[in-house]
């Protein structure tokens, strides 16, 4: 069963996913925005590769920021003792920007020679984060969005009210994963992280130190008001490049945000992370 089919991409990028299948690659990079739906796609590729059953999958992932270089170390022990010949091993990497230099140099040489039956899928949404010698190694696809229209479709034939969809699709700027994850939002949290979000946005400095205490104490309210942020803040990114208008002020925008998701990862204060995110923005 060709689990691509059940996903909404765009022509270009379905394209692509299609070539890589056919092609003697293994090892592919998937390029997106947060929340545009990448863990499917790298899913439904594994299966099409074969490996359809979660014994035939090796996910390298991490509690911590980062993943280090004992984490890959693991991974290349692991790949020699499972490696059966005729049999598929997919390994997925996803957040891959996660990588520390060390992790990223210590996979190389499996992205140089790859056995015949193991591929490597592998996502991010900072491409400049990983090594020029590890992204030469890796074919590029880049997950593009559908056009409004085509995941309407998608969502009303798979049960949506046709007005709460095109309300989550312009909360999360067409993003695929995050369309699913505010209608699925039955509590109405993450829009509600949205609407903060917006709040802080519009609001003078004043104003948005007055928000910190209130904002710092709840730490679930904290990573979808993070999530919302960052959202809209790559939204204005995009438009501001598109028009070539205060690109720089909407970067640093987004980066401070983007070193707050990272702070949090990291455990730091929320207090503090709140209040130095308040004074960038």
């Known amino acids: 069963m060709n689990k691509l089919n ?15 299948i056919e092609s003697d690659s293994h090892a592919l990079l998937l390029i997106g925005n947060r929340g545009a739906g990448k863990g499917g796609v790298l899913d439904a590729l594994a ?3 074969g490996a359809s059953r979660e014994e035939d999958r090796i996910y390298l992932r991490s509690d911590e920021a980062s993943i280090s270089i004992n984490k890959a170390r693991t991974l290349r022990s692991l790949l020699s003792l499972l490696q059966v010949k005729g049999k598929v091993l997919v390994v997925i990497i996803e957040e891959a920007e996660r990588l520390t230099t060390e992790a990223q140099n210590a996979l190389l040489k499996q992205l140089e020679e790859p056995a015949d039956n193991i591929y490597f899928l592998l996502s991010t949404h900072q ?12 074919t590029l696809v880049n997950l593009n969005r ?6 309407v479709t998608f969502f009303t034939k798979k049960g949506y009210e046709h007005s709460k969809t095109l309300r989550a ?11 699913r994850r505010i209608l699925d939002d039955e509590a109405g949290l993450y829009i509600e992280g949205i609407d903060k979000a917006k709040q802080m946005l519009t609001s003078s400095l004043t104003e948005k130190l007055l928000l910190v205490d209130e904002i710092a104490k709840d730490k679930s309210g904290l990573s979808n008001l993070l999530s919302a942020l960052e959202r809209i803040l790559e939204a204005g990114f995009h438009n501001a490049i598109e028009k070539k208008q205060n690109v ?18 990291e455990n730091v204060s929320a207090r503090i992370l709140v209040l130095r995110l308040m004074l960038q923005l």
């Open 47 to 49: 299966n099409e590769l």
């Open 248 to 265: 720089e002020n909407w970067s640093k925008k987004l980066q401070a945000v983007e070193d707050s998701v990272q702070a949090q990862h």
């Open 146 to 151: 559908a056009s409004e229209a085509a995941l």
């Open 127 to 138: 491409r400049n984060s990983l090594l020029p010698t590890v992204v030469s190694r890796l």
């Open 6 to 20: 059940d996903l909404i991409l765009h022509p270009s990028s379905k394209l692509n996913i299609e070539r890589f």
């Open 169 to 179: 699709l312009r909360l999360s700027n067409n993003s695929v994963g995050l369309a």
